[in-house]
């Protein structure tokens, strides 16, 4: 008992986690999206797995391997994310997937074709629910762990979204180092909460995955239970 506790801090915790990134459909072949590999996201979902945790993995389009004992479900767009995200109510929800704040207003149901007199198209754009903030909002008691990735002013953004998302921690990444992020197997974060500053040095994904799911069942027993 006393050393499941320690090799498995997270056994009988169930942990919902959103990866990928969002498609949002333009017309049946063109769609709007973001850059993400779902790297870090499938990373996670896998340490947590280890750690005990029951995982559902909510997916956007992406080309990864479902990390082993971990419930996959694949997605497209961020209404799609939010039902799922809604359907698999856990004790910890991690937003790591990079989720187009704005879908297009009107699909259109044909292929848009190129027309001379009319020239391009204007597309209107509606802003996305937002399914962190969501989910805070609308679950009893979960802990909810945030991402953010910034180009500039890192610490400022990561802190506003820590609070007005109501989250227990917020991971932030500058994605504009190009060494990090994105498609990079690395990957480094400053961990924020309202009373932590934690810096995780640049190393493998996998590996500060790892680090980051000891880190939040810490938080989640000091905290949550
Ligand atoms: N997020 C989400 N749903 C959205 C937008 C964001 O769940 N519609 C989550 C992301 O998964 C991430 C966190 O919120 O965990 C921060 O995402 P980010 O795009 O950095 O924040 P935004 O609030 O969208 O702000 P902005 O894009 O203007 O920086
Ligand atoms: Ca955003």
């Given at each position: 008992?006393?050393?499941?506790?320690?090799?498995?801090?997270?056994?009988?915790?169930?942990?919902?986690?959103?990866?990928?990134?969002?498609?949002?459909?333009?017309?049946?072949?063109?769609?709007?999206?973001?850059?993400?590999?779902?790297?870090?996201?499938?990373?996670?979902?896998?340490?947590?797995?280890?750690?005990?945790?029951?995982?559902?993995?909510?997916?956007?389009?992406?080309?990864?391997?479902?990390?082993?004992?971990?419930?996959?479900?694949?997605?497209?767009?961020?209404?799609?994310?939010?039902?799922?995200?809604?359907?698999?109510?856990?004790?910890?929800?991690i937003g790591c997937?990079?989720?187009?704040?704005?879908?297009?207003?009107?699909?259109?149901?044909?292929?848009?074709?190129?027309?001379?007199?009319?020239?391009?198209?204007?597309?209107?754009?509606?802003?996305?629910?937002?399914?962190l903030k969501?989910?805070a909002?609308?679950?009893?008691?979960?802990?909810c762990v945030g991402f953010a990735?910034?180009?500039?002013?890192?610490?400022?953004?990561a802190?506003?979204k820590l609070?007005?998302k109501?989250l227990a921690l917020i991971i932030?990444?500058?994605?504009?180092?190009?060494?990090?992020?994105?498609?990079?197997?690395?990957?480094?974060?400053?961990?924020?909460?309202?009373?932590?500053?934690?810096?995780?040095?640049?190393?493998?994904?996998?590996?500060?995955?790892?680090?980051?799911?000891?880190?939040?069942?810490?938080?989640?027993?000091?905290?949550?239970?």
């Amino acid at each position: 008992q006393l050393q499941d506790s320690v090799s498995k801090p997270l056994a009988g915790v169930r942990l919902t986690i959103t990866a990928g990134p969002t498609r949002e459909a333009i017309d049946p072949v063109r769609y709007i999206s973001n850059h993400s590999s779902g790297k870090m996201g499938f990373a996670l979902a896998q340490s947590a797995a280890k750690l005990g945790a029951e995982v559902t993995l909510i997916a956007g389009p992406v080309d990864l391997q479902t990390p082993t004992g971990v419930k996959r479900l694949d997605v497209e767009s961020a209404q799609e994310m939010l039902e799922a995200a809604l359907a698999n109510p856990s004790d910890i929800f991690i937003g790591c997937a990079a989720v187009a704040d704005y879908r297009v207003a009107n699909i259109a149901e044909h292929k848009i074709k190129k027309n001379a007199q009319s020239g391009a198209p204007q597309l209107e754009l509606i802003e996305n629910p937002d399914i962190l903030k969501t989910i805070a909002e609308q679950n009893p008691a979960p802990m909810c762990v945030g991402f953010a990735a910034e180009t500039r002013d890192v610490e400022t953004y990561a802190i506003d979204k820590l609070k007005r998302k109501k989250l227990a921690l917020i991971i932030a990444n500058d994605v504009s180092n190009s060494d990090i992020g994105f498609n990079s197997d690395n990957n480094a974060a400053v961990v924020l909460s309202a009373d932590e500053r934690v810096v995780f040095e640049q190393q493998s994904k996998t590996s500060l995955a790892h680090q980051l799911a000891h880190y939040i069942a810490n938080h989640f027993h000091q905290n949550f239970r």
